[in-house]
């Protein structure tokens, strides 16, 4: 069973616009969150992470929110740009427990 | 530091041969990660080690699948004998601590049997 899971394998934006990536969890208890992107043949490489002290943390045109209650995150980039084509993955690093999604692949229509 | 270094970057194999991924972390990290990426499932954590010790192989999908970290700057992932389903690509991950810390991903190694 998927421990964390982006229900969107897919999205398309315009160039200038946001991009929002959403991510759900099961277990009240993780708490630490990441942000990985993906390039093709590469490895994930980290974006950003929050702790579940926070609720928002930013960091340029990343921001990631939190919701503790509704077990849910998300990711904006704002604006979104050409090159932020790629695949995110949603992952949780808590303990000895790592679990990551299945990945949203985003598309930035130039 | 050169990151994680994964080889081969591609392995094409035959069903029922021995398969041997490697890995090398970045110096100074004390836990290894192994994963596996299907589209169906997303990454899966296969094993990870803490100070080259296992920790948890229970993400192992069963006995034809073993690994190794016989030092601080070397792992391996083995596989034997291999299966079509096993097709996948396979990445190696270091981060100084386990839990609540940024894993850092080697390239992956793109496995096919056939």
């Known amino acids: 069973d998927q421990q964390v899971k982006q229900n969107s394998p897919s999205l398309s934006v315009q160039e200038g616009r946001i991009s929002i990536l959403n991510c759900d969890y099961t277990?009240?208890?993780?708490?630490?969150f990441l942000w990985y992107k993906k390039y093709p043949a590469e490895g994930p490489t980290f974006l950003i992470s929050?702790?579940?002290?926070?609720d928002k943390n930013e960091d340029g045109r990343f921001t990631v929110f939190l919701n503790k209650s509704a077990k849910h995150l998300s990711l904006h980039i704002v604006p979104s740009q050409p090159g932020d084509s790629a695949v995110y993955f949603c992952?949780?690093?808590?303990?000895?427990?790592?679990?990551f999604g299945t990945g949203t692949s985003l598309t930035v229509i130039p | 530091d050169a990151g994680v270094i994964q080889s081969p970057r591609h392995e094409v194999t035959e069903m029922g041969q021995e398969v041997t991924l490697r890995c090398k972390p970045i110096?100074?990290?004390?836990?290894l990660f192994w994963y596996r990426q299907t589209m169906m499932r997303g990454l899966e954590l296969l094993i990870y080690?803490?100070?080259?010790?296992?920790?948890?192989d229970s993400g192992m999908p069963e006995d034809r699948f073993s690994a190794k970290m016989p030092n601080a700057s070397f792992s391996t992932l083995k596989i034997q004998p291999s299966e079509p389903r096993d097709s996948a690509v396979y990445f190696c991950?270091?981060?100084?601590?386990?839990?609540?810390?940024?894993?850092?991903f080697g390239p992956g190694t793109r496995l096919t049997v056939l």
């Open positions: 991950a270091s981060s100084f601590e386990a839990g609540g810390d940024t894993q850092y």
């Open positions: 277990n009240s208890m993780f708490d630490y």
């Open positions: 929050i702790s579940s002290i926070k």
């Open positions: 992952a949780t690093n808590t303990g000895n427990q790592f679990y």
């Open positions: 110096s100074g990290h004390n836990s």
């Open positions: 080690f803490n100070n080259n010790v296992p920790i948890d």
